[in-house]
């Protein structure tokens, strides 16, 4: 992979944000890479360097059938040249995000509930006799993804009084925590988990942090869980994208991005404070959804 990437910093203006006196920017991971998309990228990015080293010319992930993940192993395994397998979880269906990964030379295995759950007992049945298989875990979650996201913080240029991030499995909000702790930075990091019930994202963060820290989980904003959209949000998503030429998508920045419209609303934040949202990409989520 090419490991040099554009992710620029840009304002968001909005009248709110002036009536309160906030600036509020937005970090374009999005803008990555249209299918590696956003924090995949990061994730990715130390896992292939890890599954080149160990001589592994194969990679075997999974996935719900929303998964950005999915898509996104198999544009970087095509572009770095490993083979791709993908347990997808739950019956075999087609959407965009899959047939993309299909047209990326992925293979996909839907595999009932049930079994999807013990993901190391699936691969141990399927590739544990061959040595070239490297595991990825659902989502990427690993320390080196959580060392690839860390990257995120040595590229800004100014520091921010809170960043907010989207969480899945918390592995991106634990790298972003560390490296505000390496930079020694002040910066508060908020999270939105996008699942019901996520409080054991606290945990999940924690597996992943070099030394502890503090962030501020904000629960309330899953609307009805992974993947569930209401009218207000996508309202909201068309009004955003409408004002500012940057697209959300439904799963995960949407909500995150809301999130931070409310709080401004609810003057959770000071007079003067810069916030920066990062936009972890998934757009091709989008499509099918909208
Ligand atoms: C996967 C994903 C996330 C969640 O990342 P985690 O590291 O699993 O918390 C956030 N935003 C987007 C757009 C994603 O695709």
Redesign the pocket.
């Known amino acids: 992979m090419d490991f040099n990437i554009y992710s620029p910093v840009e304002e968001i203006h909005h009248p709110l944000f002036a009536e309160k006196h906030i600036s509020v920017f937005m970090k374009r991971d999005d803008m990555i890479h249209p299918f590696i998309?956003?924090?995949?990228w990061r994730?990715l990015k130390y896992l292939l360097e890890a599954a080149k080293t160990q001589g592994k010319d194969h990679l075997v992930t999974f996935g719900g059938a929303w998964s950005?993940?999915l898509l996104a192993t198999a544009c970087a395994a095509a572009k770095s040249g490993f083979k791709r397998t993908a347990f997808v979880r739950g019956e075999n269906v087609s959407n965009p995000l899959l047939s993309l990964s299909r047209m990326f030379g992925m293979e996909l295995r839907f595999v009932d509930r049930e079994s999807y759950r013990d993901k190391q007992k699936l691969f141990a049945e399927n590739y544990g006799n061959d040595l070239r298989a490297f595991f990825i875990d659902e989502?990427?979650?690993s320390d080196e993804?959580a060392k690839g996201?860390a990257e995120l913080i040595d590229e800004l240029e100014e520091e921010y009084s809170h960043i907010f991030?989207?969480?899945?499995?918390?592995?991106?909000?634990a790298g972003i925590l560390n490296g505000i702790t390496n930079h020694r930075l002040q910066t508060q990091l908020h999270t939105v988990p996008?699942l019901k019930n996520a409080s054991f994202i606290e945990e999940e963060i924690g597996k992943y942090l070099l030394r502890p820290a503090k962030f501020i989980l904000h629960l309330d904003y899953h609307f009805g869980g992974y993947a569930k959209t209401n009218p207000e949000l996508l309202s909201f998503m068309q009004a955003f994208s409408s004002s500012t030429g940057i697209l959300l998508?439904p799963?995960?920045?949407g909500k995150l991005v809301y999130a931070v419209f409310d709080l401004v609303k609810k003057d959770a934040f000071k007079s003067g404070d810069k916030i920066l949202i990062i936009h972890?990409?998934?757009l091709v989520?989008l499509l099918g959804k909208i």
């Open positions: 998309s956003g924090n995949k994730k950005n993940h989502g990427g979650a993804a996201c991030c989207a969480s899945g499995t918390g592995t991106t909000a996008v998508d799963v995960y920045t972890s990409g998934g989520g």
